[in-house]
């Protein structure tokens, strides 16, 4: 835990290799993933850049597999696995570039030339086997489609329009003659003067897209003004696109017109339209109809073979390509970011490459051994080295060292922001805080099992999920499982402290209280009080774990349950708002930064101390007194009665003394005589002040905001000695505010002087006044500048701890909702229903356990879920987390690869 409290200590290094073992030493330095370059080209652009055509080559290769990819998505052919990443990282690049046709053994720009070559052909013979698979289906789809027109075209000039039209073919040289006339509708008359008037018609036929066909009809009678007789026909199976692939639903048309001006018009929209045309024999010559309808037919026949034999081929190669895609696409990654880092190389010397970056102090042997080791394998002169740089260093990147539990509030918290190089790390915190606010809010034993049991199952499947290819959503949530597991954790904690289990509350030790009239047949009568089975303070009185399950069915029990997790929701507030300020002192002590120690930390904690902390204490005073012993210290009680000399008057010893009864003869336990118009203060024996003395249990808010509105008193005072106590706590945090404002900017200014006479005597020594001017201007802007920001910082830090713990309430508001709504949810959806038939109870299961897992189990851990983000990113974090650090982006195969295999 230690290590991930504060980031992992860094090295600025320089790397100094031989230009024809550089590309090994990064191959090999990939594979540990400790060291991060540092651009020593930053004024040159990409192209300039001494590697940049492997590059170029890289991400041909890289389109040609995209390519690859697409391909295979067309026949649904799934890519193969390539295996682990670090089982691809741990096989030697020998095998792993050893695919159909590689000899293995290859160096980087030998590897490059072979991908390069392979994919070249098989990237060839795809693309001449798809151009290939296009001509067939165009020609394919125009015999279907003048198969369907001949069909079609036949069966209405049969049955619909006998000798009505000439087609297309033969209306340029068969014109009839004008004054010929006939009766398309064929009504009435005598049928050899209908022949005798026959007029013959022009026509157009093809076939159009489907949702073109309403366009298009209208088109026409625009354009032709209604002078043609339009008819379709639907094609009944779907016909495939030869550029997408996908199939379309078509229609056949045929256009009767009598105009040659019409006819240009038509060929235009057909062509505006992409609809094919097609030319026909004369629908009056049946033999000649027959004979082309057979010879398409079998022509049909014939293109149809050769189009899935032209399918099968690309369908086999493609299945090639599938076992081989991942694994090539991975050897490209890492080739790419090879290139990619040596770019950032400076040639400072010829023949030799030199390179900065940061590396893991830890790791530093580690590459020292990797670097060497590759470089002698090379059997080159001139050695390799990797040495520290001399300081001062660059701001070092921050880097955590994580595992599967601690991965995701690692990332819980750099999602906010990357903390600082060796700032003291919230996610530490965030690991226990995080699950355990949320099962405050969320807190019951049933809803919490469930998620219990979702983060358990989640984590039982996580090598299974590993190396699967999740969605975004499963993928957080496998990323997260252990977080889930924790959360359904602590909601089940909670809900034991509540509880609470589907909004019943559960007798598991057996209750300490009881209703008279409890065991009778019908319960206890409305009204009814509880008494304890057991003495007021004795273990017995204290349930064993939890709260007692009669606050369940009490009349009272919203008023204690909110009195109760209000209470709660400030002190956690408070402790984890005043963990954050103690973080900050440490960050000080450990960044050596005196001046935030003595004059930002400590007054931040005199202040929340003197306050808030205060607050606490309070609480758990009021919780500690007995205060049935207290009260009943001032209550008057007749001598004679049963209620002298109970056992539950604790005060001065238990001891009841009987006073002179010079009042209404009442005696207070201790021996005052009561007058009856005593007041609580004259009754009290504890003289503790205020009107209640001590012997009255105090409002808690009021005496809180009485601490800074009333200082001079305390009306109902806890114990002895609260005023000046208050008073002094008062004082404290009145002169911590001004400290906090001040201090720090003052004390900086007399180092800024110290620093400017400094300067000063150093430019008369130089006798440069235009320097002393600038040093002069530089240090009004600073302090300006110092000023402004802790302004900010005591005003945001004043007043958010008061906000801020306001804000903790919602702790309270959130698990108030939660039971009320799952009270709710049980009292109409089932209790309502189980007096009733076995169809109405199990309908009102079914309701209950939808609206519970969808409302409950769904909405409320989301709600939930934010709000504990909420209150970590802005109530804790913002007293010590600066969230300005660089996250630590190493030279790394597995992040490479990783990201790649996660992005597919």
Same mark, same amino acid.
């Given at each position: 835990m230690a290590k991930w409290f504060r980031s992992e200590e860094m090295e600025y290094v320089s790397l100094i290799v031989n230009e024809d073992a550089a590309h090994q030493c990064l191959s090999d330095l990939g594979k540990l993933g400790v060291l991060q370059f540092t651009d020593?080209?930053?004024?040159?652009?990409?192209?300039?850049?001494?590697?940049?055509?492997?590059?170029?080559?890289?991400?041909?290769?890289?389109?040609?597999?995209?390519?690859?990819? @697409?391909?295979?998505?067309?026949?649904?052919?799934?890519?193969? @696995?390539?295996?682990?990443?670090?089982?691809? /990282?741990?096989?030697?690049? =020998?095998?792993?570039?050893?695919?159909?046709?590689? =000899?293995?053994?290859?160096?980087?720009?030998?590897?490059?030339?072979? /991908?390069?070559?392979?994919?070249?052909?098989?990237?060839?013979?795809?693309?001449?086997?798809?151009?290939? !698979?296009?001509?067939?289906?165009?020609?394919?789809?125009?015999?279907?489609?003048?198969?369907?027109?001949?069909?079609?075209?036949?069966?209405?000039?049969?049955?619909?329009?006998?000798r009505l039209a000439v087609s297309e073919l033969t209306s340029g040289s068969e014109r009839v003659k004008h004054d010929r006339e006939v009766n398309l509708l064929e009504g009435g008359g005598d049928p050899g003067a209908a022949r005798d008037m026959d007029m013959r018609f022009s026509s157009i036929t093809g076939v159009v897209a489907s949702e073109e066909k309403a366009r298009f009809e209208r088109m026409i009678f625009r354009a032709t003004r209604g002078n043609c007789y339009v008819r379709f026909a639907p094609i009944k199976e779907p016909i495939t696109d030869p550029e997408t692939q996908e199939l379309m639903e078509k229609h056949v048309f045929i256009v009767f017109y009598k105009s040659a001006s019409i006819e240009l018009k038509l060929k235009k929209i057909c062509d505006a339209f992409s609809a094919h045309r097609y030319s026909l024999p004369d629908m009056d010559d049946a033999p000649a109809v027959d004979r082309m309808l057979t010879e398409n037919a079998q022509e049909l026949v014939d293109s149809r073979h050769v189009l899935l034999k032209n399918q099968d081929t690309r369908f086999r190669l493609c299945q090639k390509l599938a076992a081989h895609t991942e694994r090539w696409t991975w050897i490209v990654l890492r080739e790419k970011a090879i290139y990619h880092n040596l770019n950032m190389f400076?040639?400072?010397? !010829?023949?030799?490459?030199?390179?900065?970056?940061?590396?893991? =102090?830890?790791?530093?042997?580690?590459?020292?051994?990797?670097?060497?080791?590759?470089?002698?394998?090379?059997?080159?002169?001139?050695?390799?080295?990797?040495?520290?740089?001399?300081?001062?260093?660059?701001?070092?990147?921050?880097?955590?060292?994580?595992?599967?539990?601690?991965?995701?509030?690692?990332e819980f918290v750099n999602t906010y922001g990357i903390p600082r190089y060796r700032e003291a790390n919230p996610a530490l915190f965030t690991a226990a805080t995080f699950p355990f606010l949320f099962g405050?809010?969320?807190?019951?034993?049933?809803?919490?099992?469930?998620?219990?049991?979702?983060?358990?199952?989640?984590?039982?499947?996580?090598?299974?999920?590993?190396?699967?290819?999740?969605?975004?959503?499963?993928?957080?949530?496998?990323?997260?499982?252990?977080?889930?597991?924790?959360?359904?954790?602590?909601?089940?904690?909670?809900?034991?402290?509540?509880?609470?289990?589907?909004?019943?509350?559960?007798?598991?030790?057996?209750?300490?209280?009881?209703?008279?009239?409890?065991?009778?047949?019908?319960?206890?009568?409305?009204?009814?009080?509880?008494?304890?089975?057991?003495?007021?303070?004795?273990?017995?009185?204290?349930?064993?774990?939890?709260?007692?399950?009669?606050?369940?069915?009490?009349?009272?029990?919203?008023?204690?349950?909110?009195?109760?997790?209000?209470? /709660?929701?400030?002190?956690?507030?408070?402790?984890?708002?005043?963990?954050?300020?103690?973080?900050?002192?440490l960050n000080a002590v450990y960044f050596n930064q005196k001046l935030d120690l003595l004059y930002e930390f400590i007054?931040?904690?005199?202040?929340?101390?003197?306050?808030?902390?205060?607050?606490?204490?309070?609480?758990?005073?009021?919780?500690?007194?007995?205060?049935?012993?207290?009260?009943?210290?001032?209550?008057?009680?007749?001598?004679?009665?049963?209620?002298?000399?109970?056992?539950?008057?604790?005060?001065?010893?238990?001891?009841?003394?009987?006073?002179?009864?010079?009042?209404?003869?009442?005696?207070?336990?201790?021996?005052?005589?009561?007058?009856?118009?005593?007041?609580?203060?004259?009754?009290?024996?504890?003289?503790?002040?205020?009107?209640?003395d001590g012997c009255q249990p105090p409002n808690l808010i009021t005496t809180l905001i009485n601490i800074a509105l009333d200082p001079a008193s305390v009306d109902e005072p806890l114990y002895e000695g609260q005023l000046g106590w208050q008073q002094f706590l008062l004082f404290v945090a009145m002169i911590s505010v001004p400290v906090l404002l001040l201090a720090k900017p003052f004390f900086l200014k007399r180092e800024m002087d110290a620093e400017h006479d400094r300067r000063a005597r150093e430019v008369v020594h130089h006798s440069d006044e235009g320097v002393a001017h600038a040093a002069d201007h530089e240090e009004d802007h600073g302090i300006g500048e110092v000023i402004i920001h802790q302004a900010i910082e005591t005003i945001e830090?004043?007043?958010?701890?008061? !906000?801020?713990?306001? =804000?903790?309430?919602?702790?309270?508001?959130?698990?108030?909702?939660?039971?009320?709504?799952?009270?709710?949810?049980?009292?109409?959806?089932?209790?309502s229903t189980l007096n009733m038939n076995f169809f109405m109870t199990f309908l009102g299961y079914g309701i209950f356990a939808g609206v519970t897992f969808g409302v409950l189990l769904m909405m409320d851990v989301l709600e939930c879920f934010l709000h504990a983000l909420r209150l970590h990113w802005v109530e804790f974090q913002n007293k010590f987390f600066k969230a300005d650090g660089v996250r630590f982006a190493p030279f790394s195969f597995k992040n490479v690869l990783s990201e790649a295999a996660a992005s597919s």
């Open positions: 020593l080209n930053p004024d040159l652009t990409p192209f300039q850049r001494r590697y940049v055509s492997y590059v170029k080559r890289c991400d041909e290769l890289e389109r040609k597999l995209r390519y690859f990819g @697409n391909e295979c998505d067309r026949f649904d052919l799934t890519i193969d @696995n390539a295996g682990t990443v670090d089982n691809f /990282l741990n096989t030697p690049s =020998s095998v792993v570039s050893s695919g159909p046709g590689a =000899s293995g053994g290859e160096s980087g720009a030998q590897l490059l030339e072979t /991908l390069e070559a392979e994919l070249e052909q098989y990237e060839s013979q795809l693309k001449d086997l798809n151009a290939f !698979s296009e001509k067939l289906t165009m020609e394919y789809n125009e015999k279907v489609e003048l198969q369907e027109v001949l069909e079609k075209a036949r069966r209405f000039f049969m049955t619909d329009a006998p400076k040639a400072d010397v !010829s023949g030799m490459l030199r390179g900065e970056g940061w590396i893991l =102090s830890t790791s530093l042997d580690e590459a020292r051994e990797a670097v060497t080791k590759a470089h002698s394998n090379m059997d080159l002169s001139m050695p390799s080295l990797l040495e520290l740089m001399p300081q001062p260093w660059p701001t070092p990147p921050t880097h955590f060292t994580t595992n599967k539990f601690t991965y995701a509030y690692q405050v809010m969320y807190g019951d034993i049933g809803h919490g099992l469930f998620l219990f049991t979702v983060g358990c199952l989640l984590i039982s499947q996580e090598e299974k999920n590993e190396n699967a290819r999740l969605g975004e959503m499963m993928g957080g949530m496998h990323a997260a499982r252990y977080m889930l597991a924790m959360m359904g954790f602590f909601a089940v904690y909670a809900g034991f402290i509540y509880n609470d289990c589907f909004s019943l509350g559960l007798n598991l030790f057996g209750q300490t209280w009881k209703f008279e009239g409890e065991d009778n047949e019908d319960g206890p009568e409305n009204g009814e009080e509880a008494y304890q089975l057991s003495e007021y303070g004795s273990d017995d009185s204290v349930y064993p774990f939890g709260l007692d399950p009669t606050w369940h069915v009490a009349e009272n029990e919203l008023l204690f349950f909110n009195s109760f997790k209000m209470k /709660l929701s400030v002190i956690l507030g408070i402790f984890q708002m005043f963990m954050g300020t103690c973080l900050k002192g007054p931040m904690v005199m202040f929340a101390g003197s306050l808030f902390v205060y607050m606490v204490v309070l609480i758990f005073l009021k919780w500690s007194i007995n205060w049935n012993s207290r009260m009943l210290d001032a209550t008057c009680i007749d001598p004679d009665s049963d209620g002298w000399g109970s056992s539950d008057y604790k005060e001065n010893g238990g001891v009841w003394t009987v006073c002179d009864q010079s009042g209404d003869g009442t005696c207070t336990p201790w021996g005052y005589s009561c007058t009856g118009y005593d007041t609580t203060a004259d009754k009290c024996s504890l003289n503790f002040g205020g009107s209640g830090f004043v007043l958010g701890m008061v !906000s801020n713990t306001a =804000s903790y309430l919602r702790l309270w508001a959130l698990s108030l909702a939660h039971s009320e709504l799952a009270t709710v949810f049980w009292e109409k959806a089932m209790l």
